[in-house]
């Protein structure tokens, strides 16, 4: 049994959908006792934590603090994935830009925050192509499509 939190600060309320998405990306990955949370941020909040923890003097869409990267945290059967935090005006801007909806942009942003947690990664051009055929391959799954 997965265990996973959505914090939304009140930036969101229209998420319900994000449930199906997230227990489709865990189904795929065949992740079973976990735990992990997604928390909903301003452009002031991710700003911050991209230029604490990566440096990088910016917003961005979304941020996942993988626990797996550095050390083993399985405690007692149950993987510690980490936290995936998410730009809600970012996302509302970048749906805008790709003129898809906010749903689409929304689980897009989840399912790559969730597969960053399950150790996927899209530094080199094979593996950015497995990751985002991956994170597509879910998505047309839970009929959403750009």
Known sequence: ???????????YKDYDYLYSVIDRTL????VENAIFSIIFVTNEEIHEINKEYRGIDRVTDV????LEDSVDKNYNGIRVLGDIYICIPRMKEQANEYGHSEKRELSFLTVHGLL???????????DEVKMFSLQEEILNEENIKR
Do not use: Q, R, V
Request: proline residues 0%; glycine residues 4%.
């Open 116 to 126: 960053h947690l399950l150790g996927y990664d899209h530094m080199e051009h094979d």
């Open 63 to 66: 941020i996942s603090f993988a």
């Open 27 to 30: 189904e795929h990955e065949k």
């Open 1 to 11: 049994m997965n265990n996973y939190e959505i914090t939304d600060n009140d930036l």
